[in-house]
C-alpha cells in the first residue's frame, strides 16, 4: 500500500494497494467547495477555491482513491463528494481486517519459534555462532531466561562508560528477578569512575562483584545449563581479537552438562582467588601488590610489553609505567634481573605459574 509519503504495504493476500498520497489540507478545501457545489466540473472548482487547474486535478486524484469523490472520465465533466462515512467505513474496514489477518499469521509464526526451544535446549551438543549480532542477540535471551544464576568472567579491563550505562538496567532487572549474579573483573577495571558506579550499583542491588590480576578467555555461565566462550584461535587471553578486530568474538555455546559444570567450577576457582569490591572501599594495598606480582609474572614469563599489557587489561603505558616503579623498588637493571630477585626473594612463585 502507497501512503503519503509513498510508501508500500504488501497485505496479506499479496495484492498491492497504491495510493500517490494521503489527502492534506489543501485537498480538504478542494473536497469542501466540491460538497457545497455538487457536480461542479474542475474549472469551476479550480476558481472558487482560488488555485490553478492543475493543482485541483492533483486533489480529486488523491480525493477519488480515497472514495471521497467521484470523478468523470471527461475533464470537463462533474465532479461529486461523496459521504466521507460511507468512504471511511470502506477504505477502514478493509485496513482492519488486513491488519487482522496479520496478527493472525503472526500468531501462527510465533507459535511456531515457541515450539522449538524445548527441543533445541535438549541437546548436548555445542554450537558455534559465528555472526557477532548473533552472539549479543543470544546472550540477552539466555540471560532474560535465567531463574537461578548468572557467573561472567569479563576480561580486558575496564569497559566503556556507554556500555556499562547500557548494560545497568537488564543488570538491576536481572536481580529484580532474584537471579544471583557474579561479576569478575580485572584489578585495573577499578581504576574508573565508570566502572565503580556500575559495580556500585550491582552490589547494592544484590550482586557480587569481584577483581583478580588477570583473568581467562570471557566467560558466561547461566543455570548450571550453559555456557559461553569466544570460539576462534584469533582470541587473547584478555577476550579480544590478536589481530586488532574490533567488536565480540564468535562465541561457543557449551550445553554439555560435564563441561557447564567444568566452567562453573573455573569461575568458582577464580571468585575464590578474587578480591570483593565493595562500594566506597578500595583495597589500595592488596589490589596494588597483586599487580605488582602480575607485572614480575610477566617478566618471568618472557612476555611482550605488548603482550604482558593485554594479560592484565590495561594500556602499554599504563604497564611499563608499573614496571619502572616495579625495576626501581628491586634496584634492577634490566627485566631479566628483575624476575630473578623477584623469584629469589619469594614475590612469586615462578614454579606454579609456568
Not at 85 to 95: D, I, Q, T, Y
Not at 112 to 123: E, I, K, N, Q, T
Not at 130 to 154: G, K, S
Not at 342 to 350: C, K, P, S, Y
Request: hydrophobic share 40%.
Amino acid at each position: 500500500m502507497r501512503t503519503a509519503k509513498g510508501e508500500v504495504v504488501v497485505v496479506d493476500d499479496g495484492e498491492i494497494e497504491q495510493y500517490d498520497r494521503i489527502p492534506d489540507n489543501s485537498d480538504i478545501a478542494v473536497y469542501a467547495y466540491i460538497a457545497g457545489n455538487q457536480g461542479s466540473p474542475a474549472k469551476d472548482v479550480a476558481e472558487g477555491v482560488g488555485v490553478a487547474v492543475g493543482e485541483v486535478v492533483h486533489a480529486l486524484k488523491a480525493l477519488s482513491d480515497f472514495g471521497l469523490v467521484r470523478i468523470s472520465a471527461d475533464p470537463a465533466g462533474p465532479v461529486v463528494a461523496l459521504h466521507p462515512g460511507v468512504a471511511a467505513e470502506k477504505a477502514l474496514g478493509a485496513e482492519e481486517k488486513r491488519t487482522r489477518a496479520r496478527a493472525h499469521r503472526l500468531e501462527q509464526l510465533r507459535s511456531v519459534f515457541m515450539a522449538c526451544p524445548p527441543y533445541y535446549a535438549s541437546g548436548d551438543s555445542g554450537e558455534f555462532l559465528l555472526d557477532p549480532p548473533d552472539v549479543q542477540l543470544f546472550i540477552q535471551e539466555e540471560i532474560n531466561r535465567a531463574t537461578e544464576e548468572v557467573l561472567t568472567v569479563q576480561p580486558g579491563g575496564a569497559r566503556s562508560p556507554e556500555t556499562l550505562e547500557k548494560v545497568l538496567a537488564p543488570e538491576l532487572a536481572l536481580l529484580g528477578r532474584g537471579v544471583r549474579r557474579k561479576i569478575l573483573y580485572q584489578h585495573s577495571a577499578r581504576g574508573t569512575r565508570a566502572t565503580q558506579s556500575f559495580a556500585s550499583a550491582i552490589v547494592r542491588a544484590g550482586g557480587e562483584v569481584r577483581t583478580l590480576e588477570t583473568l581467562p578467555n570471557r566467560m558466561i555461565v547461566i543455570d548450571r545449563r550453559l555456557c559461553l566462550i569466544p570460539h576462534g584461535a584469533g582470541h587473547t587471553g584478555s577476550g579480544t581479537p590478536s589481530d586488532g578486530r574490533s567488536g565480540p568474538p564468535a562465541a561457543a555455546v557449551i550445553r554439555t552438562p560435564s563441561m557447564v559444570g567444568f566452567s562453573r567450577d573455573l569461575f568458582q576457582r577464580l571468585w575464590d582467588a578474587a578480591t570483593p569490591f565493595h562500594p566506597g572501599h578500595a583495597p589500595a594495598g592488596e589490589v596494588a601488590d597483586e599487580l605488582r606480582r602480575a607485572v614480575l609474572h610477566s617478566l618471568a614469563l618472557g612476555l611482550t610489553d605488548e603482550a604482558a599489557s593485554r594479560r592484565l587489561g590495561i594500556s602499554t603505558r599504563t604497564f611499563r609505567r608499573h614496571l619502572a616503579a616495579v625495576m626501581q623498588d628491586l634496584g634492577a637493571t634490566s627485566r631479566f634481573q628483575a624476575a630473578v630477585i623477584a623469584i629469589d626473594r619469594g614475590l612469586i612463585d615462578f614454579s606454579l605459574k609456568v
